[in-house]
């Protein structure tokens, strides 16, 4: 018997994708979810400064928050898990976040192709129509979800 995959849920996966890798030890939370969006944080930490004279987050943990809540934002739009790899993520920065202040990461898939996925966004750290930056990108599907592809896991028996 074929058990259903259970639609993806930002919310849920941030569970383990956070206690895990580059994104745990950035310390990476979940926030907020549409359909098709996820938002994000990254807060605050000294060990994550770009100048040690500005308490302020560096640029680099902001682009790795922006390119996950992106990863993020086009699973909960398809509803599944499918590996992506980042193709593009323009980032422009509009002005320095604010001195200790986490960042917010809101960005919404707005296109799906069979290949590819598109995203914008904003990272924020008090109000999200004062941005420190917007991002937009493009994301090439992988491959299929391997529990769909490999026969092993279908018990239904009819390969």
């Known amino acids: 018997m074929n058990t259903p995959t259970p639609r993806f849920d930002a919310r849920e996966a ?18 907020d979810q549409g359909d098709n969006w996820v938002e994000l944080e990254l807060p605050w930490r000294e060990d994550l400064l ?21 990863g993020m934002a086009i699973w909960q739009t398809r509803g599944t898990f499918q590996p992506v790899a980042t193709l593009d993520l323009r980032v422009d920065y509009q002005r320095p976040a604010r001195e200790r202040a986490s ?11 069979r290949s590819a996925a598109f995203v914008r966004g904003v990272a924020y750290d008090d109000d999200l129509d004062d941005p ?6 493009c994301f090439m599907t992988i491959g299929a979800d391997p529990r769909q592809e490999n026969p092993v896991l279908k018990a239904d028996g009819d390969e």
């Not at 941030?14 to 926030?31: A, V």
């Not at 770009?50 to 992106?70: E, H, K, N, Q």
């Open 14 to 31: 941030s569970k383990w994708f956070f206690r895990h890798g580059h994104t745990g030890w950035l310390g990476l939370r979940f926030t």
């Open 50 to 70: 770009g100048d040690r004279s500005r308490p302020v987050l560096a640029s680099g943990p902001i682009i790795s928050l922006m390119d996950m809540a992106s």
């Open 103 to 113: 960042v917010k990461g809101r960005v919404e898939c707005y296109r799906i192709t």
């Open 132 to 137: 420190i930056a917007h991002v937009a990108g």
